[in-house]
């Protein structure tokens, strides 16, 4: 399970240290093959163990394909999906054809969500996670009745 924010940065070839804290997690179960990929309506990159990304590209097989919405979806997920190693210094190197994309430079943010992590450029981050601050967590649209009985 993975939580928690770090600031990174990116080194010259687009390189990021995973921090020493998730190294094992990461290599258990998957010897450190991960998957990178666009997330599909946040500008920010997902990170997963590569069995958990092997369960969601199943469900995404099982939809239909004839439905536009679904072909859209397979098309951010899987057609940006990219195998990522983790090397002997504990990096992974994300791929120059999505680094654009979520505007990463230098400076980035690894979100911990769960089973996976969000990649975010610093300041988006930033800017996302204020604005939902500006509206409160609870104030969200469309956050099912249930998570009001989260005990904050």
Same mark, same amino acid.
């Given at each position: 399970?993975?939580? @928690?924010?770090?600031?990174?940065? =990116? /080194?010259?070839?687009g390189?990021?240290? !995973?921090?020493?804290? &998730?190294? #094992?997690?990461?290599?258990?179960?998957?010897? @450190?093959?991960?998957?990178?990929? =666009? /997330?599909?309506?946040?500008?920010?990159l !997902?990170?997963?163990? &590569?069995p #958990?990304?092997?369960?969601?590209?199943?469900a995404?097989?099982?939809?239909?394909?004839?439905?536009?919405?679904v072909?859209?979806?397979?098309?951010?997920?899987?057609?940006?999906?990219t195998?990522?190693?983790?090397?002997?210094?504990?990096?992974?190197?994300?791929?120059p054809?999505l680094?654009?994309?979520?505007?990463?430079?230098?400076?980035?943010?690894?979100v911990?969500?769960?089973?996976r992590?969000?990649?975010w450029?610093?300041?988006?981050?930033?800017?996302?996670?204020?604005?939902?601050?500006?509206?409160?967590?609870?104030?969200?649209?469309?956050?099912?009745?249930?998570?009001?009985?989260?005990?904050?």
């Amino acid at each position: 399970m993975f939580r @928690g924010t770090t600031q990174i940065n =990116l /080194d010259e070839k687009g390189r990021m240290v !995973l921090p020493a804290r &998730y190294r #094992d997690e990461l290599m258990e179960g998957c010897d @450190g093959r991960l998957i990178l990929t =666009l /997330d599909t309506d946040k500008k920010c990159l !997902l990170l997963y163990k &590569y069995p #958990d990304w092997q369960n969601i590209e199943n469900a995404l097989f099982r939809l239909p394909s004839s439905n536009p919405a679904v072909r859209k979806m397979q098309m951010i997920l899987q057609g940006h999906a990219t195998d990522v190693e983790i090397d002997g210094n504990g990096r992974i190197l994300i791929h120059p054809s999505l680094r654009p994309v979520v505007n990463l430079d230098k400076k980035i943010m690894l979100v911990g969500v769960g089973r996976r992590f969000e990649i975010w450029d610093l300041s988006v981050w930033e800017a996302e996670r204020d604005a939902i601050l500006s509206v409160g967590v609870l104030g969200l649209e469309g956050l099912p009745q249930e998570a009001s009985n989260i005990p904050l």
